[in-house]
């Protein structure tokens, strides 16, 4: 099967000779991410008990300093009979299956995405803004249908069925299990025929393997000619940023009718009662995601899609992690949270503006760069070489002005800030609304420092240059 390296799925043609193919498909991972088998095997337990955890009917126990333990942790049997429930499967599947047919079905721009060391690429349906603002209609029209009894499919399965609390820990735990038999599907279909594997991925370790992601572009073809879905990037955004958006929106949704906000409207009046810093968090939040799948082309040059491979990190990550801890602001602020001072909601709200603005500006004026070096909003700032130089090697520059002389990865501290005003809004009543900005934090002095020496390696002494130029990785001044 696949005896040839024949590009799939309407790639351009492989340029590498036949005596390199072995390795250029078949990379082999050298230098093992997260600690290798032993960190990658701690960060999998800690992966699955801390979105159980924060899902866990108990949850705003935690840390749980009364002593009393949540049955996940003393009596699991107990919890998996609670939290194993039909609905807890279907509903991440058909969100899954609902996110794949509009994908499938709807407009879409057709892009190619960066040059892969086979040396083709592979094409991108782009249509992730639609796809995501069609699941929203489709969810607010379910609830419609549900709080009307307009259909018997889910009784009571609503977006206020979502607000209550143990059911978010339904879909949670089938979700997670509906990780766990992905991954172990993708990792076996690793080795049917010729597949490209990612470097990272590829250790000869099934635990770390597993974890990582062996194929770095596992593509499934649908049948009747339907077309292509390239797993990890269809997941990247998709099905788990709009289902995060669902849980954010539905606590939200319960304190709205709480208030009598949404019957106050339709009569042109304004509810007591109704708590600014909920709105906040949910606009903002709301502008994120949107935001993120508006301009989804962006990811194809990220090192998940260009490096890693589709394992459990990802597939847990995209899945469970993001829907399910990201939304655990507003889930705290309606079911436990006490009104905040004006000043503070406002402040806390100052620091998300702010954050938007340093993380899509910088972010739009790279790609800008990235388009057209010479085009006037970029022309004027600093590169490495300098434009009076001739280029690298590879004929391109490095970026080293404007947003890009403040810090090497200065988007990164702009979106670190506006994750952390969503947390701020909560005030300083309980810890788990924090986990987004310290978890958050970790993730992206990590991924720094990866970026870092995959640049290091690719442009050499032009790097070492803009590094020079640049001292601080991230927050100007400081690191």
């Keep these: ?100 047919v509009l994908h499938i079905i709807l407009p879409a721009e057709q892009v190619l995405g960066a040059e892969l060391a086979t040396g083709h690429r592979l094409p991108y349906r782009i249509n992730g803004f639609s796809c995501v603002v069609a699941s929203l209609a489709i969810a607010a029209a379910w609830h419609v249908c549900a709080i009307n009894s307009w259909y018997d499919l889910t009784p009571g399965v609503s977006l206020h069925w979502l607000a209550e609390p143990g059911s978010v820990e339904q879909l949670a735990f089938g979700t997670l299990v509906l990780c766990v038999i992905k991954s172990t599907w993708l990792y076996a279909a690793s080795f049917q025929g010729r597949r490209l594997l990612a470097a990272p991925g590829n250790s000869g370790s099934p635990s770390y393997d597993w974890f990582m992601g062996r194929e770095l572009n596992p593509r499934v073809r649908l049948p009747l000619g339907l077309g292509v879905i390239d797993l990890k990037f269809f997941n990247e955004l998709r099905p788990g940023m709009s289902a995060w958006l669902v849980l954010a929106l539905a606590p939200v949704l319960k304190h709205l009718d709480a208030t009598g906000a949404l019957q106050a409207a339709a009569e042109g009046r304004v509810a007591d009662g109704v708590r600014p810093e909920i709105l906040a968090v949910a606009a903002m939040q709301l502008v994120y995601v949107l935001d993120s799948v508006l301009f989804e082309r962006a990811i194809l040059t990220t090192i998940d899609i260009i490096m890693d491979g589709f394992g459990f990190m990802l597939c847990a990550g995209d899945l469970a992690w993001v829907p399910f801890t990201f939304s655990l602001q507003t889930r705290f602020m309606v079911q436990a949270g006490t009104p905040l001072p004006a000043w503070q909601w406002a402040a806390a709200l100052a620091v998300g503006t702010a954050g938007y603005l340093v993380f899509r500006l910088s972010n739009l004026q790279k ?53 952390l005003s969503w947390c701020l809004l909560t005030g300083f009543q309980h810890p788990v609304p924090y986990l987004y900005a310290a978890y958050f934090a970790v993730l992206l002095v990590h991924r720094e420092r990866r970026d870092d020496h995959k640049c290091a390696a690719k442009y050499g002494e032009h790097w070492a240059a803009y590094c020079r130029a640049v001292p601080c990785h991230i927050v100007p001044g400081l690191y």
């Design 1 to 100: 099967m696949r005896r040839r390296a024949v590009p799939r799925d309407g790639a351009a043609p492989v340029k590498a000779s036949q005596s390199a193919e072995v390795d250029v498909w078949a990379p082999v991972t050298t230098e093992p991410e997260f600690g290798g088998v032993i960190g990658t095997a701690f960060l999998t337990v800690m992966i699955v008990l801390v979105v159980l955890l924060v899902t866990h009917k108990d949850w705003l126990s935690f840390p749980f300093l009364d002593g009393k333990l949540p049955d996940l942790l003393v009596d699991p049997v107990a919890y998996v009979r609670r939290a194993a429930t039909p609905v807890g499967f279907g509903l991440p599947v058909a969100w899954w299956v609902m996110h794949a």
């Design 367 to 419: 790609d800008q760069f990235k388009r057209d070096m010479d085009a006037p909003a970029v022309a004027g700032l600093a590169t490495i070489p300098p434009r009076d130089e001739p280029p690298r090697a590879n004929g391109g520059r490095l970026l080293a002005g404007g947003w890009w002389a403040a810090s090497r990865h200065i988007n990164y501290l702009g979106d670190w800030l506006l994750g």
